[in-house]
């Protein structure tokens, strides 16, 4: 029988639970320091106790796994705690495709994908002088948020970077990364194209709660400027969001040109859930900042179902529900090959 | 049989998957450029494909409504692109009172039906030299937020407001229309009133996320103080809440006074699905600036049921079910002319 | 038969549901004034139409419960409009533990049960002249939030003071209490502990909306600061919001502290519904503000199931439920004791 396997963090318990709901045995590979957690979830079949995350890598549990039919599913975690050849050199088989994995993580590889789907992305202000409107100063890599900040212009860039730089948060040495500050709705636009259909679904809307900055909004123009703290973006957690009804048309299309783009460029293409990040203007027009090539933690909203699927499936579906029943679907069929690389 | 038809956008997703979950027939009134997006949903019956939504005034679309015994559900679409005269020329029935829809677009009409119902209204100020406290300045008409701009005193309203002309938002002779900036908790009530069971119910809450004005909060007072931009307030999408209990009482008695009000001055009366919109300051209490008199957008964030409407119905039940019940009740109660105009 | 009493506001209707759904019958304390309201809901079986909720203390109303054999939920009504050795008078059984409440209304016991339970709490500001970082000025007593402020400095501390006794929101001779300000993302976490099964299980976290420091974020800078109205934190309502999942397991072990010290020194410990306040920072670090001992409003978002109790129960799951199926349980087991006190 097919199993579903994932790393414990992120999205597993969604994803284990929806493979569970799917009559699919589950597997965890687990951090021995969260292994009491994850005891707590009965739907839980197996947990392959680790010291890190990495030794998924290793053959002892890449034999577990095989043992067991795996299919590993790929999320957040994977991906920053793993380089993109270590992903690539796992064999237990990874539902959608591994090797776009490397497009998320390389920001210009990413860049390259979105214009070739014909994303709308922020305007890259090159050079600290050319701020005119209001930018935000990104990091390079996966640095989550922390470190960011936003300046109105040159000697507000240079005073802020500064008091960073003083304040250990980001090195002297280190390249930011310039675009301006695309303001409004905050959407993570979440899809699942399914390659055994041949069809794209549109699963829901999330948006992301950040630490500090969600609460700068709480503190009185007075009292901010009294202090000189610059804020952060830490993910902490998601809520849901449905949009008007009129903008569904350029969000199915957006997640169209993403996934014929990715087909493409990076064979087999983009299978299984994505994420398109961005935010709605003043005009209502989309600007992406960032995509995720597999389930992101915002599906975790929807455990019991988003309003979106329950457009499409007369059940409760959730993402983890919605990859495991394509993983049965394609067992069923024999077409695993179709749907894992 | 009887189906259920509706325009093509705002929340005819829900409608039409509620009626289909309903055992009735479903139409969409589609425009041409969208027929790829409505063609995804199965629960779709009969697409009549338009140029444009006007085209639900000809003969022939109307004829094709009657042979299908077709109630028409009207919401905002439908009330942004035509005006109260051809709304009314409809005549295929339409779901609640269509004589209602004028007073909800004419802003002297909808205030006055506000007074009759006793509704608390935000404090109107008719000249700029009045504003004295935090106003808020609208224009004419249904803009949907787009060149509404906030204001501390006269001399702030003659800059903003020559700012927003020469940036071609506004025009030069438009009238505007100040009053009291309500600051708060915002949320919109949302009722159904059934004629046939002659009952209010109170569906939910939910809040409107808006452009660019939402992202202002995350905003550094420093960064907003160095930049000129006056945000709008364009509706992106909705978000879910539920109120403190001790506030349901008095969320019921506006209903009520709303539906009174509505039976004495406009018959047949608020039948149907209505919205109150507004605020809730400091010490709870609530300040209406707008009402919908037929469903509203934020009843999207409820498809798969609302936690209100789960205390009345022991099944899962979104306003378009809802709307669709009260269809199916009436006809097999042979009472349809109770519920439409 | 058991049965379920309640005071008819802050989250009676969802535990009436609840209770209904398990089968018990449902009593409901009724103020006159809101019968009217409560009479809409067919789940509740019972009304006791009181004055006052403080009539519930009467012989006359406990031996009314008493030949019901109700369990009374407590909630933050009976909290806030009785004192401890009133509640600890009633002679109904209460379902949870009726001693641990007291901890909750006074904060030297509060903050005495939190340090033992090793809750990380905001640092408090002994003297004005040490207001080093932003920080938030509190009222002694439940005052639900109004009259709070937040202040940079001492400067900044009088000026508001003054102006807040000024304008006759805290009186002159009123100790204030300060504490430096955690902002980033605010995260009421509510849990359900066993005693029947003795586990502790995580049902969810909301967001609290407050007015009218909500509306702050919306209002420009430059508007703010041309006026000088300090906002308040009335509680308005409710939203629903996930985690991290890799912030879960110091969510349990923050739970399980909890429950382990209040075991220690407020026998029988915290049994049943209990939420853990506070707010996750740019480190994702928790600090939290303040505990319930009993059910809380936010719990009213997942009337219809919480995200978190999808993973642990196969059906939908409102801690309204969960708190009459433990009633169930216990009364099946004649085990009732154990979860009352």
Same mark, same amino acid.
């Given at each position: 029988?097919?199993?579903?396997?994932?790393?414990?963090?992120?999205?597993?318990?969604?994803?284990?639970?929806?493979? =569970?709901?799917?009559?699919?045995?589950?597997?965890?590979?687990?951090?021995?320091?969260?292994?009491?957690?994850?005891?707590?979830?009965?739907?839980?079949?197996?947990?392959?106790?680790? @010291?890190?995350?990495?030794?998924?890598?290793?053959? +002892?549990?890449?034999?577990?796994?095989?043992?067991?039919?795996?299919?590993? &599913?790929?999320?957040?975690?994977?991906?920053?705690?793993? #380089?993109?050849?270590?992903?690539?050199?796992?064999?237990?088989?990874?539902?959608?495709?591994?090797?776009?994995?490397?497009?998320? #993580?390389?920001?210009?590889? =990413?860049?390259?994908?979105?214009?070739?789907?014909?994303?709308?992305?922020?305007?890259?202000?090159?050079?600290?002088?050319?701020?005119?409107? %209001?930018?935000?100063?990104?990091?390079?890599?996966?640095?989550?948020?922390?470190?960011?900040?936003?300046?109105?212009?040159?000697? !507000?860039? *240079?005073?802020?970077?500064?008091? %960073?730089?003083?304040?250990?948060?980001?090195?002297? @040495?280190?390249?930011?990364?310039?675009?301006?500050?695309?303001?409004?709705?905050?959407?993570?636009?979440?899809?699942?194209?399914?390659?055994?259909?041949?069809?794209?679904?549109?699963?829901?809307?999330?948006?992301?709660?950040?630490? !500090?900055?969600?609460?700068?909004?709480?503190?009185?123009?007075?009292?901010?400027?009294?202090? *000189?703290?610059?804020?952060?973006?830490?993910?902490?957690?998601?809520?849901?969001?449905?949009?008007?009804?009129?903008?569904?048309?350029?969000?199915?299309?957006?997640?169209?040109?993403?996934?014929?783009?990715? +087909?493409?460029?990076?064979?087999?293409?983009?299978?299984?859930?994505?994420?398109?990040?961005?935010?709605?203007?003043?005009?209502? =027009?989309?600007?992406?900042?960032?995509?995720?090539?597999?389930?992101?933690?915002?599906? *975790?909203?929807?455990? @019991?179902?988003?309003?979106?699927?329950?457009?499409?499936?007369?059940?409760?579906?959730?993402?983890?529900?919605? &990859?495991?029943?394509?993983?049965?679907?394609?067992?069923?069929?024999?077409?695993? !090959?179709?749907?894992?690389?």
């Amino acid at each position: 029988m097919t199993s579903i396997a994932t790393l414990g963090s992120h999205c597993s318990l969604q994803v284990l639970k929806g493979a =569970k709901d799917e009559g699919l045995k589950t597997i965890l590979v687990c951090e021995k320091k969260r292994e009491k957690l994850y005891r707590r979830f009965p739907f839980i079949d197996e947990l392959i106790i680790v @010291d890190k995350f990495r030794e998924v890598l290793d053959e +002892k549990c890449q034999a577990t796994l095989e043992q067991n039919d795996a299919v590993l &599913i790929p999320h957040g975690t994977l991906i920053a705690q793993m #380089s993109s050849e270590e992903i690539e050199s796992i064999k237990t088989p990874i539902f959608g495709n591994k090797w776009i994995l490397r497009w998320e #993580s390389d920001r210009e590889m =990413k860049e390259k994908l979105m214009r070739e789907a014909n994303l709308p992305m922020p305007k890259p202000v090159t050079n600290p002088s050319e701020i005119e409107k %209001l930018s935000i100063v990104k990091r390079q890599g996966a640095a989550g948020g922390k470190g960011y900040f936003m300046v109105a212009n040159e000697e !507000d860039y *240079n005073t802020k970077r500064n008091q %960073l730089i003083s304040e250990g948060v980001i090195s002297k @040495d280190e390249t930011l990364y310039i675009q301006e500050y695309a303001a409004g709705v905050l959407a993570y636009l979440t899809f699942f194209y399914s390659p055994l259909k041949e069809e794209l679904e549109f699963y829901g809307v999330d948006q992301r709660h950040e630490s !500090d900055i969600e609460g700068l909004g709480r503190i009185p123009s007075e009292q901010q400027l009294k202090t *000189n703290k610059v804020p952060s973006f830490n993910v902490i957690g998601n809520s849901p969001l449905v949009l008007r009804e009129s903008l569904l048309d350029e969000v199915y299309t957006m997640g169209e040109n993403f996934v014929e783009a990715a +087909k493409r460029i990076v064979a087999p293409g983009m299978n299984g859930p994505f994420c398109i990040e961005g935010v709605y203007d003043e005009n209502a =027009k989309f600007t992406s900042f960032e995509f995720s090539a597999r389930i992101v933690a915002g599906s *975790n909203i929807y455990m @019991d179902g988003s309003p979106y699927y329950s457009l499409l499936f007369n059940e409760t579906m959730s993402m983890g529900k919605r &990859i495991a029943r394509e993983v049965k679907t394609a067992t069923e069929s024999n077409q695993l !090959d179709k749907i894992t690389t």
